[in-house]
């Protein structure tokens, strides 16, 4: 089959590899229809990470199941499926408390699992034709049959349950306001999950005009940090007082303000001054523990200086980690069904297979019209 391999930084080609077939009963092989290209694919993408090459990309699957292991129970062939982004088990500790991004049996010697990323055990990606769905009863979210909705469904895979994570994490109710920086796929599907949750205000922070324009569409407040320190322009907007709660959706990859160079804690330092005291913080902006492309000696061991004392000072807590994408995604489907949630605003291409390399190459640059790519095998 066709699948979309990392090479060595900055490439990835299309090449034929072996398919994937059932090697446990509990096993099935999907037939990918969609597969999108996510944020976090751009750090291995740009060698900040230890993947290596031959390394099939592709965590945000959804697709027809093609052939079922003897011992699934509750799917059958034909079926419409969309994968959570983690590989879980359904019965270890962490599962069994809804922490299914911290699954303890299906990567042993590390808490979690992925398809198609670096350190996140032994599954290829799905951006390919064909997908390898382990423990499939619990991993496979059956949808509608047909065609409709593919993008929005395609979404329950990361972003749609990932930013509303990152609202779970910063314990968004309504009434509150909330900062989220960030308005790439994630920082847009935080805002637009807060806005669900009912918060009266959200102000998303980006320098990129696309995105900050969508922020407005769902009825978020767009801040241009490019145009001013982003801290003082919601303090501005909030009678000084800064928001209730906060989303990190941008990670170690954090840009200075200036818009030139990263500095890896300049928005965990930023949320710290946005938000009020005794508000909280929900991280769902990737920080690793070695970063071999970070601006200086700390950075790259994954050592940031944030400023503990001044959060302690205003009493600020803070959720970070995978998003248990299983927690939310029957929820969230079933919101799209009932035309209540449509998540595909954020995606602005739909291409071939054959056109990641090229993909991959713009969405790396933030270019217009890349923000959320999915690929159809
Ligand atoms: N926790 C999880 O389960 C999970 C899942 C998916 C993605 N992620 C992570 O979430 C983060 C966002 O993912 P994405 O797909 O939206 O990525 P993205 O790279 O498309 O978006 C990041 C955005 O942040 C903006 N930005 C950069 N510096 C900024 C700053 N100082 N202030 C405000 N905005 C700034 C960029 O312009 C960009 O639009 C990544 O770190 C990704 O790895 C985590
Ligand atoms: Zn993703
Ligand atoms: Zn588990």
Do not use: W
Not at 9 to 14: F, G, I, S
Not at 276 to 297: F, H, K, Q
């Amino acid at each position: 089959m066709r699948a979309v391999v990392y090479q060595e930084p900055y490439n990835v080609a299309v090449e034929s590899v072996e398919d994937p077939r059932i090697e446990h009963p509990n096993d099935v092989i999907v037939r990918i229809t969609s597969s999108a290209i996510c944020g976090s694919d751009l750090h291995m993408y740009a060698g900040r990470t230890d993947a290596k090459g031959g390394l099939v990309f592709g965590h945000e699957n959804m697709g027809i199941i093609e052939e079922v292991g003897s011992a699934v129970t509750s799917l059958r062939k034909g079926q419409r499926v969309v994968m959570p982004f983690n590989v879980a088990c359904g019965f270890c500790k962490n599962c069994l408390d809804g922490k299914t991004g911290f699954c303890l049996t299906v990567n042993p010697g590390f808490a979690g699992g992925a398809y198609g990323y670096v350190a996140m055990g032994p599954y290829p990606g799905g951006q390919a034709e064909y997908l390898r769905v382990p423990y499939a009863d619990f991993n496979c979210l059956p949808l509608p049959e047909g065609t409709e909705h593919e993008a929005d469904f395609a979404l329950l895979a990361d972003i749609f349950p990932t930013g509303y994570h990152g609202c779970e994490l910063a314990d968004v109710r309504p009434g509150d306001t909330v900062a989220v920086y960030g308005a790439g796929p994630v920082g847009l599907m935080a805002s637009y999950s807060a806005l669900i949750r009912g918060a009266s205000k959200v102000f998303t922070v980006d320098k990129v005009p696309e995105r900050l324009n969508k922020a407005r569409e769902i009825g978020a407040i767009p801040i241009d940090f490019s145009a001013g320190n982003p801290v003082q322009q919601i303090l501005d907007q909030t009678n000084g007082e800064g928001t209730d709660k906060g989303v990190d959706a941008v990670g170690y990859q954090a840009l200075a303000h200036s818009g030139e160079g990263e500095e890896p804690a300049t928005v965990l330092n930023d949320l710290i001054d946005t938000v009020r005291p005794t508000g909280a913080l929900g991280i769902p902006g990737l920080y690793v523990p070695s970063d071999p492309g970070a601006p200086n000696e700390q950075a790259r061991k994954g050592q940031l200086l944030v400023s503990i004392g001044r959060m302690f000072e205003k009493g600020l807590r803070a959720g970070t980690g995978q998003a248990n994408v299983k927690r939310y995604n029957r929820q969230l489907r079933d919101l799209i069904i009932a035309g209540r949630a449509k998540p595909s605003f954020v995606v602005t291409k739909e291409l071939p297979l054959d056109q990641a390399p090229d993909a991959y190459q713009k969405f790396d640059k933030r270019l217009e019209g890349y923000t959320k790519v999915i690929l159809h095998p």
